[in-house]
Structure formats: C-alpha cells, structure tokens
C-alpha cells in the first residue's frame, strides 16, 4: 500500500509541474504596435540599467533631441 501512494503521488506532483509549465497569455497586443518611440529624435530610456524583481516602479526618462515640443 505504500508503494502505490508513493507512486501516486510522484504522478500526481509530476502532472502539476507539467501543467504548470503551460504558456501563461500576456494579454492583448498594445493598441500603439511599432509606433512607440517613433518619433525621430526622441526616445524613451529607463533611469537605471537593472532592476530588482520584487519591485513594481521604476523610473523612465524622455529625451528630446528634435525640434518638437512632446508633451
């Protein structure tokens, strides 16, 4: 009896980690497509190179090299 609740469990635990390996959807396609930093002279950075995972802010710097006012 042992025996089969161990094997039972190891296909049990075993069918968990396989479902849960599944492709998650992200959502939609942004609405913008490949317009983001279209714009000729501006760009859109982020202030520091990496970022810890656990935290959900951070910042973003718009630089405007054109002629354009950007708002």
Same mark, same amino acid.
């Given at each position: /009896?042992?025996?089969?609740? &161990? *094997?039972? =469990?190891?296909i049990l635990g075993s069918l968990? &980690? *396989? /479902? =849960?390996? $599944?492709?998650?959807? @992200?959502? #939609? %396609? =942004?609405?913008? $497509?490949?317009?983001? !930093?279209? @714009?000729? $002279?501006?760009? &859109?950075e982020l202030t520091e190179e990496?970022?810890?995972?656990? $935290? #959900?802010?951070? %910042? *973003?710097?718009?630089? !405007?090299? =054109? #002629?354009?006012? &950007?708002?």
């Open positions: /009896m042992k025996k089969v609740m &161990i *094997l039972f =469990s190891i968990f &980690i *396989l /479902m =849960s390996c $599944g492709m998650v959807p @992200l959502g #939609d %396609e =942004s609405a913008y $497509g490949e317009q983001v !930093n279209g @714009l000729e $002279g501006v760009t &859109i990496r970022h810890q995972p656990e $935290g #959900d802010t951070f %910042e *973003l710097r718009v630089v !405007n090299h =054109s #002629d354009e006012q &950007i708002t």
